[in-house]
């Protein structure tokens, strides 16, 4: 009988997967502890050594099943997938895999610890559920912390296996030792209460071992905290160093004080409202049919609020929805000025803007958000008919002249509500006077 090919990117090899680490992580445990204290309580480390033994040639069995991808393609040939296995990791998981009983019987039982080698590879599982979502900050500084307790754990069974210290009292109080004696030397603690046998050159040596392992450990956790700390929010850190970089260009091209905070407010409004990064910023980089479903789906907020859209053909939303570029104005912004030659027009997403005439003293209208403006210049071919003012942050959506005008010309019901809106604003001026 033949087994099914597995996915390799399926939900069931992911649980395997994950079993085998938890059995990584018991073999990393108990092996080092077998050669130790073995021989006192030989049936209970046999029946350990057995299971970890047994997951492990499942999982070779289940890995010479699996599929495997080649740039993102499943391949699923059994002689392909094979031949990828032993040249790649086969052999470190069979030297895992086997039993002690057959270390023991060529009389080299320290080989047991080859056993440990399976935890390198199986500990790439947590990519995997990396892109399920998990802050990868916080798995690298677990799997950090994962490391860093298995060795002081093989640095402690070493130095016990070299009779380091005394096993009075049993082998838990023994091990407790062994492990104090391993963390007051890697973090270069060094009570010195418990030594090395001062005429013992193999003690001694190991214990210089772990001395120069510790300074170096030292090092490597710092320097791995701090950048970890600094990634944990990367997209703030970012934000916040362009913020830095922008502000100190401002300042040295002496831009005045008021501009500065107006610059600031800006950005604060952007990480408030879209944690930092402009759409169009984000969006550049992507191929054209996923932007459109991400601005599709961006934009569905300005589709429902204008009514304008309301029942407009799906093509429609989708061709203006594909031209529009998000903008942000502050309070007291002017968007469009009077007299000034169009080139866009404006639908509201968030926030309100007033209509007012040239000098700003008189308000015609307020608009707010699913409301559009700036079609009058464009529709009629003349100037901007009035000055626009925002009244508070407005996040607005633009339309360029020529989007604008290709649309118009495609679908002219569409074409027909704005310019009965235009020639209604229009007449409302006149009347105006
Ligand atoms: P436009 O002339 O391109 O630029 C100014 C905009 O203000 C204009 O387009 C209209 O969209 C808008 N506008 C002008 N008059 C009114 C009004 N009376 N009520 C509402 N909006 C107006």
């Known amino acids: 009988m033949q087994l099914k090919i597995i996915a390799h990117d399926g939900r069931g090899r992911l649980g395997w997967d994950l079993a085998v680490l938890s059995a990584a992580v018991v073999a990393a445990i108990h092996t080092p502890l077998s050669l130790?204290?073995?021989?006192?309580?030989?049936?209970?480390?046999?029946?350990?050594?057995?299971?970890v033994s047994a997951v492990f040639f499942l999982d070779i069995l289940l890995n010479f099943n699996t599929s495997y991808a080649e740039k993102r393609k499943p391949i699923a040939d059994r002689k392909l997938i094979a031949a990828r296995y032993l040249r790649g990791s086969f052999w470190i998981d069979l030297l895992a895999a086997l039993p002690f009983a057959v270390f023991d019987a060529v009389g080299a039982p320290l080989l047991r610890l080859t056993r440990i080698l399976k935890v390198f590879g199986s500990l790439r599982v947590l990519g995997r559920i990396r892109r399920l979502g998990t802050n990868p900050s916080l798995l690298?500084?677990?799997?950090?912390?994962?490391?860093?307790?298995?060795?002081?754990?093989?640095?402690?069974?070493?130095?016990?296996?070299i009779g380091g210290v005394s096993t009075e009292g049993g082998p838990g109080i023994a091990y407790l030792r062994a492990l104090y004696w391993t963390v007051t030397t890697v973090a270069t603690i060094g009570y010195g209460d418990i030594t090395p046998d001062r005429n013992n050159p193999v003690q001694l040596i190991y214990t210089i071992v772990t001395e120069l392992i510790g300074v170096g450990m030292f090092g490597f956790i710092i320097g791995n905290i701090s950048?970890?700390?600094?990634?944990?929010?990367?997209?703030?850190?970012?934000?916040?160093?362009?913020?830095?970089?922008?502000?100190?260009?401002?300042?040295e091209r002496a831009i005045p004080r008021e501009l500065r905070k107006r610059i600031s407010d800006y950005y604060d409004y952007l990480w408030e409202s879209r944690r930092g990064q402009g759409e169009n910023s984000i969006l550049g980089e992507l191929p054209l049919s996923l932007k459109t479903q991400v601005s599709m789906f961006l934009n569905k907020d300005i589709i429902e609020k204008v009514p304008l859209f309301k029942g407009a053909s799906p093509l429609l939303i989708e061709d203006i929805v594909t031209n529009l570029r998000a903008v942000v104005y502050l309070p007291g912004?002017?968007?469009?000025?009077?007299?000034?030659?169009?080139?866009?027009?404006?639908?509201?997403?968030?926030?309100?803007?007033?209509?007012?005439?040239?000098?700003?003293?008189?308000?015609?209208?307020?608009?707010?958000?699913?409301?559009?403006?700036?079609?009058?210049?464009?529709?009629?071919?003349?100037?901007?008919?009035?000055?626009?003012?925002?009244?508070?942050?407005?996040?607005?959506?633009?339309?360029?002249?020529?989007?604008?005008?290709?649309?118009?010309?495609?679908?002219?019901?569409?074409?027909?509500?704005?310019?009965?809106?235009?020639?209604?604003?229009?007449?409302?001026?006149?009347?105006?006077?």
């Open 36 to 51: 130790v204290f073995g021989s006192a309580n030989e049936a209970a480390f046999r029946s350990t050594d057995a299971a």
């Open 140 to 161: 690298r500084m677990a799997t950090m912390v994962f490391w860093l307790i298995l060795a002081a754990h093989l640095i402690a069974c070493g130095f016990l296996y």
């Open 227 to 251: 950048t970890m700390i600094a990634n944990l929010d990367l997209a703030k850190t970012q934000h916040r160093a362009k913020i830095e970089e922008i502000s100190a260009y401002l300042k």
């Open 333 to 433: 912004d002017s968007i469009v000025r009077k007299g000034e030659l169009g080139e866009d027009m404006f639908f509201i997403s968030q926030g309100s803007v007033h209509v007012v005439s040239e000098d700003g003293k008189t308000v015609y209208a307020t608009l707010g958000a699913g409301s559009f403006f700036g079609e009058m210049a464009l529709i009629l071919s003349s100037p901007r008919t009035a000055t626009i003012v925002a009244v508070d942050y407005c996040d607005l959506y633009t339309l360029r002249k020529a989007a604008f005008e290709r649309i118009l010309k495609r679908y002219p019901d569409f074409a027909e509500s704005i310019r009965r809106m235009a020639e209604e604003r229009r007449k409302e001026n006149e009347e105006r006077g």
